[in-house]
DNA sequence: GGAATAGTGTCTGTCAGACAATATGAG
DNA sequence: CTCATATTGTCTGACAGACACTATTCC
């Protein structure tokens, strides 16, 4: 039997029943607080809870596809400003029971965007919002979403460390300051505005600049502070590393 | 309609086609050079071409499990030796017509194991073997194996940077230079002895000491090693950077 | 004895973090 | 003017990498 006639003589039915779908944890930053993308399912499993936006993957797409098309159609962004989110593969989740319809192999994705429009519900949801991911311990959240947030988060914190990933939550021209916002807000703590300034521009590639500076300074004032955007580099070397977190070592 | 009443008219397959499998890239030291598990495919697709071991997730077990299954089966290792095999998932692959019989989904694993002996073909396979990852340039790998593989090494390199995993490719006693040994086989290049002793030893919870020295010098000459065992450190910090790799960054 | 290895000591350049200083612009 | 902020400078301790040295053991 050569290749041709196995495959004609094939049965995709004989295999186990799964079902794969692509899930997305969508993040931005909003009023300097992390912000992420669920909708309120109106449908069992779980009607009326807060789900990560996602669904089947289509037979004709890849996954990353599948996860860019749901979170396209959950924010209703164009081609434009769905260009500039940036998104990677987080991992799979699949425990037999997960999902109490059948069994559903869940590839979930990670999203980092810049400040968005409020989305819009799709069909099967009955709303969609940014919700601030620190208000969500009182929400009650489907299937094992509230893993995959958590898993998410800690990805996003340890992304920014070796990564310029950061840039990704910002417009495409932004200041020092605002990077350094994204970082406090993400990490969840303040960090030396002096010692960042210095450490950001040494890195080679993590930004450059424009030449230009803002309009205007602060909001409580303080001089003009020059615009950057995002350099050529995939990785900060050296890296930007979080204060040492003794508890999570062990 | 309640949540009961609606699983009960459930109907799973209105949903699209897609089979499930755990692939595992498995690396191993064998005589200073980093192997790979690899079985030599029986049947079409890809027949006599190597593939990673793999096959379909089970109705019952989840994704890890399964990856463990499969392993366990192409080893012929038992609970106790896979006791001290590290696993933990790759990423999942789902491009259409990466398996030309239907859409499959394949989650991949990575593992760390200790010196083990000779697989056993399973059922589905001609041979399996563990075969030096530096000489499979000229193998015929199946289906998107050797992306997979590239991304398992990737992962593997930089997963010795920051966690003590390099330990689970020792036996439980071990001498810091046999450590060394992992990093060098697994980085590809040679560490300066004494700089690697001091780090390893500085690194809280990286090794803890036996209080044993080995029985005798190296082949060569040389005092007996003391024995080290793997401490309770989960993550090595500070890391144990590789030498910096300008190719790598833009 | 000669050679190789284990383990330790020392020095230097780099860098992170603390702190300080200066300059600019909002109110 | 007063304050907050942007940006740059200085200092110190930690650490990585280069190099050197001693002790031990195999052949």
Redesign the interface.
């Known amino acids: 039997?050569?290749?041709q006639e196995?495959?004609a003589r094939?049965d995709?039915?004989a295999?186990?029943?799964?079902?794969?779908t692509v899930d997305v944890v969508a993040l931005t930053i909003r009023e300097g607080a992390l912000h992420l993308l669920l909708v309120q399912r109106g449908?069992?499993?779980y009607?009326g809870h807060w789900a990560l936006p996602g669904g089947?993957?289509?037979?004709?797409?890849?996954?990353a596809t599948g996860a860019r098309r749901e979170l396209a159609e959950e924010t209703g962004l164009g081609d434009e400003r769905m260009r500039r989110v940036h998104l990677e593969?987080l991992?799979?989740?699949?425990?037999?029971g997960r999902d109490?319809?059948?069994?559903i192999?869940s590839?979930a994705h990670l999203a980092f965007a810049p400040d968005l429009p409020d989305p819009v519900a799709a069909s099967d949801a009955a709303e969609a919002a940014w919700l601030p991911v620190d208000a969500l311990g009182n929400r009650q959240l489907a299937f094992d979403h509230a893993r995959i947030i958590d898993e998410g988060l800690e990805r996003a914190r340890a992304k920014l460390e070796y990564t310029p990933l950061a840039t990704r939550f910002l417009d495409a021209e932004f200041t020092i300051s605002e990077l350094r916002g994204v970082y406090e807000t993400v990490w969840g703590h303040p960090l030396h505005a002096g010692n960042f300034h210095r450490k950001v521009l040494s890195v080679?590639?993590f930004v450059e600049s424009t030449g230009a500076t803002t309009e205007r300074g602060g909001v409580r004032g303080g001089p003009r502070a020059k615009l950057y955007r995002a350099g050529?580099?995939?990785?900060l070397?050296p890296a930007l590393l979080r204060p040492?977190?003794e508890e999570?070592?062990?």
């Open positions: 039997m050569d290749e196995f495959l094939y995709p039915s295999y186990p029943a799964v079902a794969v449908q069992p499993p009607a089947f993957v289509q037979p004709d797409e890849d996954l593969q991992g799979s989740y699949g425990d037999p109490p319809r059948m069994r192999v590839v080679p590639g050529d580099a995939r990785l070397h040492a977190r999570e070592i062990r």
